[in-house]
C-alpha cells in the first residue's frame, strides 16, 4: 500500500467524526463515483429508510474498492449528499460500521433537495489510494 496519513492538527478546529488532511505519498489513486442504494440487480434498497440506503451505499463503496484489490482503509476522502441533514447519526453509525471510526477518512457532506432520482436519500463517492 502507498503512504498517506490522516491527521488532524492542533492548528484547525477538532472535527467531529473525520479527518481535516489527507497526505498521499506515490500509489495509486482510485476515484468511485457516486454511489447509491441500489443492490447489484439494480434494486433499490430501503425505499424512505436512510439507514438501509447508507448501509447498501457503503456495501456498493466496498464492492467498488474490492473491485481494484483495495480495502475500506484505502479511503482517504468521502463527499456524501444527503436530502435529510438530520440523518446524519444515522449517516454516522452506518459509515462506522464498513470504516474505522478511529481513523475517519476526511470528508465533505451536503445537503441536497433532492438526488438524480427521488428515491435516493444519500450518494458517497470516495477517493481511495494503494
Request: aromatic share 6%.
Amino acid at each position: 500500500m502507498s503512504s498517506f496519513r490522516l491527521l488532524n492538527p492542533p492548528t484547525l478546529p477538532a472535527p467531529a467524526g473525520y479527518s481535516q488532511i489527507g497526505v498521499i505519498g506515490a500509489g495509486e489513486l482510485i476515484v468511485i463515483a457516486g454511489q447509491v442504494a441500489l443492490d447489484a440487480q439494480g434494486t433499490l434498497v430501503g425505499p424512505d429508510d436512510f439507514r438501509a440506503q447508507a448501509i447498501q451505499v457503503f456495501r456498493n463503496l466496498l464492492a467498488a474498492l474490492d473491485a481494484v484489490g483495495a480495502t475500506p482503509r484505502n479511503v482517504v476522502k468521502l463527499t456524501t449528499f444527503v436530502t435529510d441533514i438530520s440523518q446524519l447519526p444515522a449517516f454516522r453509525a452506518a459509515r462506522d460500521m464498513f470504516l474505522d471510526p478511529a481513523a475517519p477518512p476526511t470528508s465533505t457532506l451536503v445537503q441536497v433537495a433532492r438526488l438524480f432520482r427521488p428515491e435516493f436519500l444519500i450518494e458517497v463517492e470516495a477517493i481511495a489510494v494503494r
